[in-house]
């Protein structure tokens, strides 16, 4: 209750850091492995070591709870290399996309959580996402485009449309209009036309696929009409 212990314990642990240090167990090494997009200034003031302090008073496990807070860190391993060199190991989230929600566009990865909200251009390859639910949805769209090497490189932009499906903007403009149910049917559909005809290619406005065994496409000026190439559910 009158704190000697502690004022004791503590003592005691200063002269053993001191000791230790005194005979070369001090930092002089800090190494980072697996750093792509953690910004490395936030990861030193967090580590909030110098050069030359005793390396037993760093604390691993303090240091892994505050790196896994960084939003690009997924995992942590942190580690002292005795006798003067402590070790990162980071496990980064992989960025998916980009979500545009109530006037801001963050960088997301696929279980929704925001990576980053600025300095963005080098993620601008990535797809577009709207919707304020479409993050938790988006992994299987990706997915099944990325399967479909016709269709991946147009696609710019994926609006969640009613909470159901999906609405595809390729980079020409074109909208493809994607069914509730199949999504993987649909967009295998869709390369086939522009594998076989080059649809995507046209002058046209949208492509609507809602329909299980019709392809509707709708002109620029505003004509409808239904694809005719024999494209079924029941061929695919």
């Known amino acids: 209750m009158s704190g000697a212990v502690p004022r004791l314990s503590h003592g005691a642990y200063k002269s053993f850091y001191t000791a230790a240090a005194d005979r070369g167990f001090v930092i002089n090494n800090l190494l980072v492995e697996g750093r792509e997009n953690t910004d490395p200034d936030v990861l030193r003031a967090l580590l909030n070591v110098d050069r030359g302090d005793p390396i037993f008073a760093f604390d691993p496990a303090e240091a892994k709870d505050l790196i896994e807070r960084i939003s690009w860190v997924r995992e942590a391993h942190v580690e002292r290399r005795l006798p003067d060199t402590v070790y990162i190991g980071l496990v980064e989230r992989v960025p998916m996309a980009l979500w545009q929600n109530k006037g801001k566009v963050r960088l997301v990865d696929s279980e ?4 980053a909200d600025s300095r963005l251009e080098k993620f601008s390859d990535l797809i577009i996402l709207v919707g304020e639910s479409a993050p938790r949805f988006a992994p299987e769209l990706i997915r099944l485009l990325s399967a479909e090497p016709s269709l991946k490189p147009r696609a710019e932009a994926a609006s969640w449309i009613g909470e159901r499906r999906w609405d595809i903007k390729m980079k020409n403009g074109i909208t493809a209009k994607m069914p509730e149910g199949d999504l993987g049917l649909a967009l295998r559909r869709l390369a086939k036309a522009q594998e076989d005809d080059g649809l995507l290619d046209k002058d046209i406005e949208s492509v609507d696929l809602r329909e299980e065994n019709r392809i509707t496409i709708r002109t620029r000026p505003g004509a ?12 695919i």
């Open 112 to 115: 929704g959580i925001t990576l």
């Open 224 to 235: 409808v009409m239904e694809y005719k190439a024999a494209i079924k559910g029941d061929s």
